[in-house]
C-alpha cells in the first residue's frame, strides 16, 4: 500500500490476500471439483480426498492472484473491480505475481506428491491455461474470449475425478462440456448489463464488438448444446431418473430464460431483467445440476 | 501537528505496519500449524497405517 501523501510502501493485509484468490469464484470452483470427485467410480480416502479439493481450491487461488496481477490497470477502469486490491493501491503488483507463483507450485506439487500426477498435470494445465491462454492471450484480444477460456472453469470436476481414478473417461468429460458450454452464455449475460463497464476497460466482450443483437442470439443458441450436454449422461445410462429428471427441467428453465433474453430488445442495463435473471439463474443452475449428478451418483454406486 | 518520524514512518504508519505484521504472522503460523497436521496425516494414510 502506498500511502496518499508521501510515496511510502506499507505492508498489505492478510484479507488483501484472500481478497486476490477470487473467493467467490473459488467456491464454485471448490463446489464442481467436490461432486467430480463424489461422483467418480472408486475410493478415495477421506485425507487424500481432502487433500486434493484443497489443491484444486489453492490453484483457483492462484489463477484469481495472477489474473488480477496481469488486470491490474484494467481492473482500476471498472467499477465492478475498481475495489480489490491491486487497483485500490493496497497491495504491491510484485507481490501479488509472487503469490500467485507460490500458490499454483504449491497446489501442483502437493497434488503430485500427495494424491496423483494424472490430477497435478491437469491442475498445472488449467492453471496455465487460465493465467496464460485466457488472461494474458485471449481476453483482450478477441470477443470469442470467454468461449475458449471457459475451458480453465471447465477442469475442476475433471481434476477431482482424476483424483479419484488416476484417469480420465468419457463422463469426466461430458461434465468439463456442461460447464464449457455453460460459460458463454453466463458470461454473455452480465456483459450485456455490465456492457459499459467492459467498454471502458477496453475490453472486447461480444456486446461491445459485434452488438447486443448477435450476443443474444449467440445465448439462446448456446443454451440448446449445454442442455443436451446437461441430459447426456442420463441418456448414456451413466446417472439414474433422479438426474435424468433434474437435468431436464433445469436445462428447461435455463432455455425459457434464454428465450426471455432473446426477444429481449433493451439496450439499457436497467431494462435488462430478463438478462439478471439468467446470470442468477445460470448460477443456481450449475450448483444444482452438479450437486444432484453427485448425489445421484451415490446413491447408485 | 506533525507526529515525529522513526526510519521514514510516522509514529501512526509505524503502529499500522506493526499491526499488520502481527496479524500476517499469526495468519501465517496458523497454516504453518494447520499444514504440518495435513501433512503428518498424508504420510500416515500413505504407508498404510489407516489401510
Known amino acids: 500500500m502506498t500511502t496518499a501523501s508521501r510515496n511510502i510502501s506499507l505492508p498489505a493485509e492478510w484479507r488483501d490476500f484472500w481478497a486476490l484468490t477470487k473467493p467467490r469464484v473459488m467456491s464454485l470452483v471448490v463446489f464442481t471439483a467436490l461432486c467430480g470427485l463424489l461422483a467418480a467410480p472408486g475410493h478415495i480416502h477421506p485425507v487424500i480426498g481432502f487433500t486434493a479439493i484443497l489443491c484444486i481450491a489453492l490453484g483457483a487461488g492462484a489463477c484469481g492472484a495472477l489474473n488480477q496481477w496481469y488486470e491490474a490497470d484494467v481492473d482500476a477502469k471498472m467499477a465492478r473491480t475498481s475495489k480489490r486490491p491491486l487497483p485500490a493501491g493496497r497491495m504491491d503488483r510484485e507481490a501479488a505475481l509472487h503469490f500467485g507463483i507460490g500458490l499454483a507450485a504449491f497446489s501442483v506439487g502437493i497434488m503430485g506428491v500427495a494424491v496423483n500426477w494424472i490430477s497435478a498435470g491437469l491442475l498445472a494445465f488449467s492453471i496455465f491455461f487460465y493465467a496464460v491462454v485466457y488472461t494474458i492471450w485471449l481476453k483482450p484480444n478477441t470477443p470469442q474470449n470467454i468461449v475458449i477460456g471457459g475451458a480453465a472453469g471447465a477442469f475442476p470436476p475433471v481434476i477431482g475425478w482424476a483424483a479419484v481414478t488416476g484417469d480420465v473417461t468419457l463422463l469426466p468429460i461430458l461434465l468439463f462440456s456442461i460447464i464449457f458450454l455453460w460459460t458463454p452464455p453466463h458470461f454473455w449475460a452480465l456483459a450485456l448489463f455490465m456492457k459499459t463497464d467492459y467498454g471502458a476497460a477496453g475490453i472486447p466482450m461480444l456486446p461491445n464488438v459485434s452488438g447486443q443483437r448477435v450476443t443474444r442470439n449467440q445465448i439462446f443458441g448456446y443454451s440448446f448444446p449445454m442442455a443436451a450436454v446437461a441430459i447426456a449422461p442420463f441418456v448414456l445410462g451413466e446417472s439414474g431418473w433422479l438426474y435424468g429428471m433434474a437435468s431436464a427441467i433445469l436445462s428447461l428453465v435455463f432455455l425459457m430464460l434464454a428465450f426471455k433474453v432473446w426477444r429481449n430488445e433493451a439496450n439499457e442495463a436497467k431494462d435488462m431483467k430478463p438478462e439478471k435473471q439468467l446470470f442468477a439463474f445460470s448460477i443456481l443452475y450449475l450448483f444444482l445440476l452438479f450437486a444432484i449428478f453427485a448425489f445421484d451418483r451415490i446413491l447408485l454406486a | ?51
Open chain 2, 1 to 51: 501537528m506533525t507526529q515525529p518520524e522513526q526510519n521514514g514512518f510516522t509514529a501512526e504508519e509505524t503502529r499500522i505496519i506493526r499491526a499488520r505484521q502481527a496479524a500476517r504472522s499469526r495468519i501465517m503460523g496458523v497454516i504453518l500449524v494447520a499444514l504440518c497436521v495435513l501433512f503428518f496425516l498424508i504420510t500416515v494414510v500413505k504407508i498404510g497405517v489407516w489401510g
